[in-house]
């Protein structure tokens, strides 16, 4: 297989940002597959169905962001369950005999980003926000939580939102409004997965001694939250180990090489990231 010429890429809009081509290089270099290219291209919802339909044999797989991870499904043969779960897929592994196969390695991404700190399973959790991100954490969060889900957000519309992921996906979820989000602090698991900024003013609000934060974010980072929380001796999962284990799934998806090179994937992350 490394002496095979194979592409794959990750494609968004914007895109330029992204670190998944770091990340993929360096797992193909670790692996051996001397013959394989990552690329980044910025496409949007409107170009995607040419994209995809020009792609030639040589292409083995696809990462998808945003705008992108809605828009594919209709141009794929099928998808995992845990794709059709969000409706959203973030992986296309391009098969050899033709058929374009979705999944989304967010929602075992974040599971296994977790257990990597020792969270196997928590009697309750919260979310700060309501977007595509916090839909894949109400997913995860169907996995290893055994009671409610407390998810704080902005307006009624979001709030009805996240109450009906909850119910698709079969997890409790109460809604409170953005106002009441230092309550989310005390939970045993918060998950934040708002844009950067929004919960700065939370910071100053952490308790003295704060459980788990997961925080989507990885750029810039520390963000507030996450570095007072730290500070005050709680667990932090970043974005960062969010990007790395959902990378090391597509990695292994698209080549058919497992296990993929976490550590070394994380390392030129890192790397990359000190350099911006």
């Given amino acids: 297989m490394s002496g095979k010429q194979k592409r794959a890429a990750v494609l968004g809009s914007p895109i330029a940002h992204s ?26 919802e409107a170009a995607l169905p040419g994209f995809i339909a020009g792609l030639g044999p040589e292409w083995a797989g696809l990462s998808l962001t945003m705008p992108l991870k809605r ?18 897929v973030n992986t296309v592994v391009l098969k050899g005999d033709g058929r374009r196969v979705g999944d989304n390695t967010d929602i075992p991404g974040m599971v296994a980003a977790l257990r990597e700190r020792g969270i196997e399973q928590v009697e309750s959790a919260a979310i700060l926000g309501a977007g595509a991100t916090a839909s894949s954490a109400l997913a995860a969060l169907a996995r290893i939580c055994t009671g409610e889900v407390v998810a704080y957000v902005r307006s009624a519309a979001r709030a009805a939102e996240m109450r009906q992921w909850g119910e ?26 708002t844009p950067a900024g929004t919960t700065d003013a939370l910071s100053g609000a952490v308790p003295e001694r704060p459980a788990t934060l997961f925080d989507v974010l990885y750029d810039p980072w520390p963000t507030a939250l996450a570095a007072r929380w730290s500070g005050c001796g709680g667990a932090v999962v970043s974005g ?6 959902q ?29 911006r």
């Fill in 247 to 275: 990378a090391v799934l597509q990695v292994e998806q698209i080549t058919g090489r497992a296990p993929a090179p976490l550590d070394v994937m994380r390392k030129a992350g890192e790397h990359a990231l000190d350099g």
């Fill in 71 to 88: 828009a594919v499904i209709p141009l794929l043969d099928e998808i995992s369950e845990t794709a059709a779960s969000v409706e959203a």
């Fill in 19 to 44: 670190l998944s081509p770091v990340l993929h290089r360096a797992a193909y270099g670790e692996l051996g597959l001397a013959g394989w290219t990552y690329d980044l291209f910025d496409v949007d």
């Fill in 168 to 193: 698709r996906l079969d997890v409790e979820v109460r809604t409170a409004d953005w106002s009441d989000a230092e309550r989310a602090l005390s939970a045993p698991l918060v998950i934040a997965t």
């Fill in 240 to 245: 960062l180990d969010l990007l790395v284990h």
